[in-house]
């Protein structure tokens, strides 16, 4: 890479950076206005009912064999539990991901648009052995599935 062409990189990252702090110092550029809101309450909710009524307006869920979710029997590490969570619905709104047995169940929440496929994999802490439940609001109403996973070694301290 030439001289010139580090220089031109280098101008154009310093512009760009000193924009951004421009932008910050004016108060143009809060926190509160880059992210997305924060379901405060559903995150905060000690049972299952209570974090879908935050999060998804009911509690009330209908077992569905159309969700699938895949997670191991048993996870030697309770830190890093692989899981997925795939549905063939139609007019998927959100998935939601909770581990039953974890002090706060409600571990992650996903928005999908209309054209989007029902498909969530992530990594979630469980401090014990539980239910991982898939919670999927398709057409205004809650489907879920369940699985359990044994832990031998807890993620949240034990």
């Known amino acids: 890479m030439s001289t010139d062409m580090k220089r031109r990189i280098f101008l154009k990252g310093s512009l760009a950076a000193s924009a951004v702090g421009v932008a910050a110092g004016a ?3 809060m926190p509160q206005q880059v992210l997305a809101a924060w379901p405060k309450a559903a995150f905060e ?3 299952i009912p209570d974090a879908l009524t935050a999060l998804m307006g009911s509690g009330d869920t209908t077992t569905s064999d159309k969700i699938k979710i895949k997670a191991p029997d048993i996870a ?3 830190a890093v539990v692989p899981i ?7 007019g998927i709104e959100s ?5 039953s047995a974890n002090p706060v ?3 992650a929440s996903f928005n ?3 054209s989007a496929m029902g498909f969530v994999s992530t990594r979630i802490k469980m401090g014990k052995t539980g239910d991982v439940v898939g919670v999927v609001k398709a057409g205004g109403k809650l489907y ?3 699985k359990s996973v044994k832990v031998t070694i807890g993620g949240c301290g034990g």
């Open 27 to 29: 108060g143009l550029l």
């Open 45 to 47: 909710a000690k049972s």
């Open 76 to 78: 030697e590490n309770g």
């Open 84 to 90: 997925t969570v795939e549905s063939s619905m139609e």
């Open 95 to 99: 998935m939601a991901i909770i581990a």
């Open 105 to 107: 169940p409600l571990i």
């Open 112 to 114: 999908l648009s209309g």
């Open 144 to 146: 879920s599935a369940s």
